[in-house]
């Protein structure tokens, strides 16, 4: 996540205010010049002895004060994410070499289930908090062999799981390696499970992880090596446009095209029931919003009309349909890509109000995904075709400070 403090702008604009140069406000707080622009820049966060230095300099009636508390609370908060993101891979890496000798269990399945859900509407950061709780409870059964012979596969089941909502968190937090480490031991749970539908996820989670690091052809394998996997469910689905969107990434506008295509028709021809939702299921209105962030990567302006029409069908059915089934970084998201399709139409207005709502969402919903999708947009927009465009600029710049 983006660690930009409020104490700093602030400390400037007061300062600024009143005339002073970074000196002058150094020798009243009796800190070094330097020091004082660090922390004017977000560079640095100081301890309390300095905000306290510079609200009685600067007369700033507790608003200075209270600016370092909200910030020191917020980096505490990041430290605690940070500290459950080691953890968790840490233990996700043992997982990933663990023998044939597992476990299940209906509490714990029950908790899974919830999870996979309430994921979908909330935050990243207290999800893994949650999903390492559960995920550490279940390896420790594994570990002490606290289960009975036939809740073996089950419970390696609830593990893979687990381990895919701990590799969705790490990516939302913006941790590719963490991510990929949860990923690799989820497919290590649902091989020694013999589960096809969570093998079939869960590779296609591994080339999710891929595609965020702009290793399309990686993110391909692993799409390719998932439709091998079986299983009943949407995963297959899910894996087709995951391909296609790698294939845009590779630049193949025909493979793309014919992805894209090939899981409508599938999707029509009707697929069974997935054993578990939230998260894990792959719904028409998500297959939309895949088509609108694969057609986006490509040239054709006819493609960036289809993508425009896509992402406008994604947010509409998130808007009305259950709230269950709402994916709010996954709108979010959906809104960024209609924004990009529109700049690559050069309709940078229509862009500006799709990205309306994403630009007014809190910090903590402003997930890696988004803050990376809208630098793009950003990039789009200082085209050449967009010199002289006011609109364009003011839109690059709040982009930019977002």
Known sequence: MDERVTFGPMLRDMREARGWSLADLGERVFFHRGYVGKVEQ?????????????????????LLLAAWETDDRARREAAEVGRLLLASTRDSLQMATISEESVDLSDLDDATRALAVEYLGAPPGPMLKRAYELRSE???????RDYRPSELRDLYVILGRLQGVLAY????????????????AGWRCADLAGDGELGAWT????????????????SARFARDGLRQGGAGTARIRLLCGLAQSQAGLGDAAGTRAGLDRALLEREQGTEPDALGGL???????????????????DDERDARRAVAEAVTAVELWENGPPEDRSLDDEALARVYRATAHVHLAEV???SSALRPVLDLPEDRQISWIQ?????VADGLTAPRFKGSREAAELVEELRAA
């Open 42 to 62: 977000g560079h640095r966060m100081p301890d309390r002895g300095f905000a306290e230095k510079a609200e009685e300099a600067l007369g700033a009636g507790g």
């Open 138 to 144: 279940a390896h420790q059964r594994l570990r002490t």
């Open 169 to 184: 968190a790490a990516l939302d937090l913006g941790d590719g390696g963490a991510a990929a480490t949860h990923a690799e």
């Open 203 to 218: 590779r296609g989670t591994q080339a999710l992880i891929a595609r965020f690091d702009s290793d399309f052809a990686a």
């Open 280 to 298: 894990f299921t792959f719904s028409e209105t998500k297959q939309h919003y895949y088509s609108a962030s694969s057609l986006i990567w490509l």
């Open 349 to 351: 207005d229509a862009a």
């Open 372 to 376: 990376k999708r809208m630098a793009r």
